[in-house]
């Protein structure tokens, strides 16, 4: 148990498809992000959120639409995807403000065929 | 754009051999996180340094953030099997809240018995 909670663990979708993420944390924290994770790339940051508020959007393609609807929660609306955007989504929280760690959850590993 | 080197990018070890990895950027930091992620997992925190030439130690493992504050090292001794994994570098920049983190590409050890 990590703290910050993912579902689903996996998923395939068809490039015509609507699925969302949904990420879960009771820690709590006031900030949580949206990372993207492919092979032999750096974690991208997608989205932040800071008391529910979008404070970051990082040039994400408006295929993927984020959702905070409070301070626990926090989803991933994806539509439309393209094969490349196959890739491990990863979903974090943390409390703001200089040395505070990120506690990850597990991820959901996305597939678009 | 802040970025962060490690080196190396691979390493596989004997069971018992010490090892060093590297965490470089021409940036300065507010604070620096080191992170382990094993596959199909998150990553999972390790430690924060955030004063420069601060040492943390973690039993075998040793941390050091340079005194310039942009650059780390992370020291293990006598490594164990159950070492194995991605460990990554994170960055806090100076000009934010402290909360966003830039990632590192990641150095992969493998630790063989």
């Known amino acids: 148990e990590t703290g910050v909670t993912q579902t689903p663990r996996h998923l395939v979708m068809g490039m015509t498809n609507k699925k969302s993420l949904k990420c879960e944390q009771h820690?709590?924290?006031?900030?949580m992000y949206w990372y993207k994770q492919s092979a032999k790339k750096p974690l991208e940051l997608m989205f932040v959120?800071?008391?529910?508020?979008?404070?970051e959007n990082n040039s994400v393609p408006s295929r993927f639409s984020p959702e905070c609807p409070n301070s626990s929660h926090l989803f991933l609306h994806l539509h439309t995807l393209q094969p490349e955007d196959s890739a491990l989504y990863l979903c974090?929280?943390?409390?703001?403000?200089?040395?505070?760690?990120?506690?990850f959850g597990s991820g959901t590993r996305l597939t678009v065929v | 754009t802040q970025l962060l080197e490690q080196s190396p990018q691979f390493l596989s070890i004997q069971e018992g051999e010490n090892l060093t990895v590297y965490c470089n950027s021409s940036?300065?930091?507010?604070?620096l996180q080191w992170y382990r992620q094993e596959p199909g997992e998150g990553p999972v925190l390790l430690v924060t340094?955030?004063?420069?030439?601060e040492v943390k130690k973690l039993k075998r493992l040793t941390f050091q953030f340079g005194d310039a504050r942009k650059d780390s090292s992370l020291h293990i001794t006598a490594a164990q099997t159950g070492d194995t994994g991605l460990y990554l570098c994170?960055?806090?920049?100076?000009?934010?809240?402290?909360?966003?983190?830039?990632f590192g590409e990641g150095t992969q050890l493998t630790v063989n018995p």
């Open positions: 959120y800071n008391f529910k508020e979008q404070t």
């Open positions: 974090a929280s943390s409390r703001t403000g200089v040395g505070y760690g990120y506690t």
């Open positions: 994170a960055g806090a920049g100076e000009e934010t809240s402290g909360s966003r983190l830039t």
């Open positions: 940036s300065v930091f507010s604070s």
């Open positions: 820690l709590g924290h006031n900030a």
């Open positions: 340094v955030v004063t420069g030439g």
